[in-house]
Nanobody, 131 residues
Framework: VQLQASGGGLVQAGGSLRLSCAAS??????MGWFRQAPGKEREFVAA???????????DSPDSVKGRFTMSRDNAKNTVTLQMNSLIPEDTAVYYC????????????????????????WGQGTQVTVSS
């Protein structure tokens, strides 16, 4: 099983980046994006499930709502995170994660917004937003 995240980089405030995460090796129930800023805990950004078609943007941090959009490509087993109007506070390592069935997130407090709901993690991609 492999999760390959890409698309990070250095961008000026107000710019955009598009992160992608390609999953291989298994079929997944859901995938999510988390981020970890320097000196802070990792936090949930967005998630999407395959079967129900739900996108868990409502549980995203208020700071990213309206600016970040997560989408999926079922055929390619890939998710993307479109990030617009970036601000320096978005600087972080962004991780994609995946879970193979509904069982684990259904038993985890917070569901897909919780790190423990996921079976697999990508290596992370650095996003740096300069002011």
């Amino acid at each position: 099983v492999q999760l390959q995240a890409s698309g990070g980089g250095l961008v000026q405030a107000g710019g955009s980046l598009r992160l992608s995460c390609a999953a291989s090796g298994l079929s997944f129930f859901a995938m999510g994006w988390f981020r970890q800023a320097p000196g802070k805990e990792r936090e949930f950004v967005a998630a999407v499930s395959w079967g129900g078609g739900s996108t868990y943007s409502a549980d995203s941090p208020d700071s990213v709502k309206g600016r970040f959009t997560m989408s999926r490509d079922n055929a390619k087993n890939t998710v993307t995170l479109q990030m617009n109007s970036l601000i320096p506070e978005d600087t972080a390592v962004y991780y994609c994660a995946a879970v193979t069935s509904v069982l684990r997130p259904s038993r985890t407090p917070g569901g897909l917004t919780a790190e423990n709901a996921y079976d697999y993690w990508g290596q992370g991609t650095q996003v740096t937003v300069s002011s």
